[in-house]
């Protein structure tokens, strides 16, 4: 009996030396959440309106485009563009009103103003770049378009941000 008692509180004794040790190489939760996957419900989002969210502490922008903000970027010179690509090359095929993009100005990462600029897609207030309705640079000191993140169409209504 009294060699049992003492193995059996060795053991105890072990695992809980053990337990710290191996529970400190798994990454922690906050680690873990911020490479996850974000999963969005587009459904309740109305024509016109622009979401927030934060995916691996990044801001990003999804906006539910109206028709006529479509057809304004549609008769846009991709050539006169300071980096030229097409709304189409934006945006997942099937869902172009549907925009996701990254919401820090290319420039020095400020935060850009929702419908702003005379192109009524984002303003930059701390240096002056202008975005269209597409995340592209129009005018101002940004280099380039706001970055598309990795995102797909899980279902017509919900999307999933961090998986292409």
């Known amino acids: ?16 030396v053990a337990w710290p040790l191996v529970s400190q190489l798994a990454p922690d939760a906050q680690t873990v959440a911020g490479g ?8 309740p989002i109305q024509a016109g309106q622009i979401v927030k969210l934060f995916w691996r502490g990044k801001l990003i922008f999804v906006r539910n485009r109206t028709e006529a903000e479509l057809a304004a970027l549609q008769k846009v010179d991709v ?16 869902h172009a009103n549907w925009l996701v993009v990254y919401g820090n100005c290319t420039h020095l990462g400020c935060v850009p103003i929702d419908f702003g600029g005379e192109h009524k897609g984002w303003f930059c207030p701390c240096h002056g770049s202008v ?8 005018g101002g000191p940004a280099p ?16 999933r941000i961090g998986t292409a």
């Open 131 to 138: 975005f269209d309705a597409s995340g592209r640079a129009r």
């Open 79 to 94: 050539a006169s563009l300071r980096e030229p690509q097409t709304d189409a090359a934006r945006t997942k095929e099937g």
């Open 36 to 43: 996850a996957p974000v999963d969005l419900d587009l459904a």
């Open 144 to 159: 380039s378009n706001l970055p598309v993140p990795p995102y797909a169409f899980t279902s017509d209504s919900k999307i």
């Open 1 to 16: 009996m009294l060699y049992l008692a003492t193995g059996a509180f060795g053991l105890v004794g072990a695992v809980g």
